[in-house]
């Protein structure tokens, strides 16, 4: 055999087993979803003597009082999908406000935000807390632990990085195409929700990605700004949860926990493309 | 109307929203946390509520605390290894699958997978991995019996407590990094390989008189986003080690894999320390707008030169 060969041969080898230790964690999670608690606890590695198990085991996480399965992957569901519509909606406006004003506010307000990209969570997270608290005193208007708070710290959070990324496309838009419409007698308004926003779909999906696997596997705001115990809680607020009150009930923790990626690889298989795409413009911009 | 009074009206119409939940969640919150730290804040008080100034104590008693230096060193220890381990596994990868194998459209993916699973999530399967599925191993393989005893746990020493966030913080983060590089090695242009090999270059040279110089706007996206992404490291941390196992550091007992993030936050909510707490996010907060701003501009200066 030519050395090329071998070479190639190697690689093909060598990617093969690291595409199997890759995935081999997410293996031993199905594996002993379908075990009893002795089975996973003695027998880890090895296959599951009856596969039926995982039927009972995901029943049982399913109707648990513990770990609240449907209501968490409601909430997280209508807290992603709020969320992501109104970063979107609201950052491409605000962007397109910003490139098509050139004056100094303009130019302040979008440096701000770029700037606050490198505040990390840490150093907001408790003043954020007795912040809205305060808000809530004052105005009636309950922001800790219901979905309004929430929905309103992503928006806050998620704003910096969309707007950027929708800055820089708009820049690229000729303005000729809006001078043709105001001829045409739209309104400022109406080019932006008729004209731009539509044209905007490639960073609409970058935007919705990026902020869709962040806020969908988020764990410290809504623990922070939702709590434990709350009716509300994210799927990772209830894994978390859950695996504190049944400490090494491996089977029913991995059940919940195969449970909890189902949605996420099905989403993932479904827009593969868009996700890896987004993924990689988003960070390189 | 007309046009200009519109114009602007419409600017702030647009604006006002994003404005309005940016105050609210980070503006305001940002300048009342540096303040915070400069006081006796406590979450038992009211926000405004007999506050003093206390000038630099929070921050004085942070740095004597042994927890908060041993959090910073094994921080940086992590965040180094991170780095250097995440960029290597994922800079292979990307030449392995942008190399002709069969099936790499399928390992792309598989080796992506990671990084959608929320940190918390990937924690607790690998939690279980060292717990249970590496011991288990031990009894099936007499070679490695050594593995079933409790005290060669990987989680119960420090020192392989830490490697276990490193190995699960580039499993994690490795795919996506690797994802970068595959779009910049995409991105040479074939005249210039076909160019080389006509000349005579090898594979290795290939790789490092074009491939190399060409992803060097990659590297510094990689190395920029490694680097915060490790020093920020809370989720895995929560769910794999929860900062422990136990360990003596100066005289006192401490958690031994506490990561900075993890120890801001055990700091005001296990010991009540709001304030102090908050002294250590600004100190987090300061480290990392520095180590962000040197990295980009050695970064920014190598391009140059190449």
Redesign the interface.
Known sequence: MSSAKLARLAAEVVTLVLFVAFLFPFFLVLINSAKTAFEVTQFPLVMPSDWSNIAKNVATIWTSDNIRYPASLYSSFIITVVSLAAISLLSSQAAWALVRTKSKTSNIIFFVFVAAMVIPFQIVMFPLLSWLRAITDLTGIRLLRSYAGMILCYVGFGVSLSLFMYHGFIKSIPVELEEAATIDGCSRAEIFYRIIFPILTPIHATVLVLNGIWIWNDYLLPLLVLGKGNAIQTIPLAVSNFAGAFVKQWDLILTAILLAMVPVIICFLLAQKYIVKGMVAGSIK | MSMKR???L??W???A???V??T???????F???A?SFTNWT?SAK?DNALQFVGLQNYLSSFKDPAFAHSFGITIFYTVLNMVFINLVAFS?AL??T????L?K?????????????????G???Q??FN??VP??GR?VPLFSFLTQAENLILAKNTSAIMALVIVGT?QYA??IM??YI?AIENVPVELHEAAMIDGAS?LQRLKAITLPMAAQ?FT??MF?TLVQSF?Q??VN??LTSGGPSTMFQGKPILGTELL?LN??NT?FLSNK?AE??AR??V??LV??II?LIQVSINKKKELEL
């Open positions: 519109e114009n602007s419409v600017f119409l647009f604006l929203p994003v404005l939940a940016f609210v969640v980070i503006v305001i919150p940002f009342l946390g540096v915070y979450s926000a990868l392995l699958v190399s002709k194998v069969r790499r399928i390992y792309r993916v598989g080796f992506f997978v990671p990084n959608l699973i929320g940190g918390l999530i990937l607790y399967i690998w279980f991995l249970n599925a288990a191993l099936l499993w795919g996506y994802m970068i779009a594979p990659a996206v990689t986003l920020k809370f989720d929560v769910s993030a801001i936050y005001a709001l707490g908050q996010a600004v987090f907060f990392l707008a962000s």
